[in-house]
T-cell receptor
Framework: DQQVKQNSPSLSVQEGRISILNCDYT??????FLWYKKYPAEGPTFLIS?????DKNEDGRFTVFLNKSAKHLSLHIVPSQPGDSAVYFC????????????FGPGTRLSVLP | DVKVTQSSRYLVKRTGEKVFLECVQD?????MFWYRQDPGLGLRLIYF???????EKGDIPEGYSVSREKKERFSLILESASTNQTSMYLC???????????????FGSGTQLSVL
């Protein structure tokens, strides 16, 4: 049973609009959450993180929201750009050790010009 | 910039063959990891190593072994490849396992292994 779920395998958004990528988890002990971004033929790269002491973290056009009671987090990209087209993975862990993160299956975002 | 290099982008092997996947990092990182990525599933940790000659099992170690004889190199070994090991394999490294370590995973570009 997957502990981290990204129920939308793909998402298409018009350039300039908001992209919202969702992630749900089942383990209430998870306290650290990451988003990684992956372009074709490249490895995933770290994008943004949040820990359970916060409900929002912002970095430029990227904002991650955490609703711990709902076991749900979301990544907002505003405004979306064609260069944001990639696969986005969310990951969760009880601590912040690299080997303990559980990754979701990913959502492929396509930003249309 | 940290560079994590995986020796092959694509690999085709036959059932029963012994397969070596090589990974090299150039930033003197302590920790190295092997993941596999399958459609509909997340990245799943196979093995990781926090020092030379040290290794720990991840979530799905069955059918795999690893070798870390030098700090910069971490090899994944499939002793007898099977068709269910057809997958994308990703290597990663990180400097430390302390605070915010999850943010500091640097991944290679992956090896797509097909076992026929």
């Amino acid at each position: 049973d997957q502990q981290v779920k990204q129920n939308s395998p793909s998402l298409s958004v018009q350039e300039g609009r908001i992209s919202i990528l969702n992630c749900d988890y089942t383990n209430s002990m998870f306290d650290y959450f990451l988003w990684y971004k992956k372009y074709p033929a490249e490895g995933p790269t770290f994008l943004i993180s949040i820990s359970s002491i916060k409900d929002k973290n912002e970095d430029g056009r990227f904002t991650v929201f955490l609703n711990k009671s709902a076991k749900h987090l979301s990544l907002h990209i505003v405004p979306s750009q064609p260069g944001d087209s990639a696969v986005y993975f969310c990951a969760a862990s009880e601590n912040n050790y690299g080997q303990n993160f559980v990754f979701g299956p990913g959502t492929r975002l396509s930003v249309l010009p | 910039d940290v560079k994590v290099t995986q020796s092959s982008r694509y690999l085709v092997k036959r059932t029963g063959e012994k397969v070596f996947l090589e990974c090299v990092q150039d930033m003197d990182h302590e920790n190295m990891f092997w993941y596999r990525q399958d459609p509909g599933l997340g990245l799943r940790l196979i093995y990781f190593s926090y020092d030379v000659k040290m290794k720990e099992k991840g979530d799905i170690p069955e059918g795999y072994s690893v070798s870390r004889e030098k700090k910069e190199r971490f090899s994944l070994i499939l002793e007898s490849a099977s068709t269910n090991q057809t997958s994308m394999y990703l290597c990663a490294s990180s400097l430390d396992s302390g605070q915010a370590a999850g943010e500091k995973l640097f991944f290679g570009s992956g090896t797509q292994l097909s076992v026929l």
